[in-house]
């Protein structure tokens, strides 16, 4: 069964530093990656896709990819207290190995930005 | 419009009971799905539709029955459903399977 790993933390962070969040996953094969944040009692909201190895910028948010090592990260900076959330790792994948693709997602981390 | 419209936001439904969620998109995508969300445990992917058509069931329960009778519309019809299938119900939908997904604001079902 193909897995996406991540740390459930929580993760505390002081206001205004860079917050680190990290994912692993084991379909060596898997192309595309979205990190999503999730609010307590709201669906998920995706904030960030990244498809090649690299760095991906979008405001405060920077996704990491690294397909060798099959790792995916989400650095967010100047993180704020509106931040605290979860944050769900998400890749295509194919489940049980089957030929129909789909998203699998994390357990997903909780971050707490302190003000 | 919100692009993905989920009704009703609370069901609180005994277990002998018959309701239906509904889902609605539009963001002119080809591919949508039903998700179940519980406490401390990831998204679990039920249903797929590509092309209005059926693409997978995640082995659920049969008191889980969907339709999508076109692109834009998913039902969720529940029956006789049991305490543990308490969770909150979440729709998305993608333009194809391969890309992002676009969540609604999901159904907060509680059996009683």
């Known amino acids: 069964q193909k897995e996406v790993e991540q740390n459930s933390g929580p993760l505390s962070v002081p206001e205004g530093a860079i917050a680190s969040l990290n994912c692993t996953y084991s379909d060596r094969g898997s192309q595309s990656f979205f990190w999503y944040r999730q609010y307590s009692g709201k669906s998920p909201e995706l904030i960030m896709s990244i498809y090649s190895n690299g760095d991906k910028e979008d405001g405060r948010f920077t996704a990491q990819l690294n397909k060798a090592s099959q790792y995916v990260s989400l650095l967010i900076r100047d993180s704020q207290p509106s931040d605290s959330a979860t944050y769900l790792c998400?890749?295509?994948?194919?489940?049980?190995?089957?030929?129909?693709?789909?998203?699998?997602f994390g357990k997903g981390t909780k971050l707490s930005v302190k003000p | 419009e919100t692009g993905v419209t989920q009704t009703p936001r609370h069901l609180v439904m005994g277990m002998t009971n018959k309701k239906s969620l509904k889902c609605e998109q539009h963001?002119?995508?080809?591919?949508m799905y039903w998700y179940k969300q519980s406490a401390k445990k990831p998204l679990e992917l039920m249903f797929v539709y590509n092309f209005k058509e059926q693409t997978e069931n995640n082995s659920v329960p049969s008191r889980f029955s969907p339709e999508c009778p076109n692109s834009s519309h998913l039902f969720l019809h529940l029956h006789t459903l049991q305490p543990e299938d308490s969770a909150l119900y979440l729709c998305a939908s993608s333009g194809t399977e391969n890309q992002p997904q676009h969540f609604g604001d999901g159904t907060r079902l509680s059996i009683l």
């Open positions: 998400a890749v295509f994948g194919y489940l049980y190995g089957g030929s129909q693709g789909n998203l699998i």
């Open positions: 963001l002119g995508h080809n591919a």
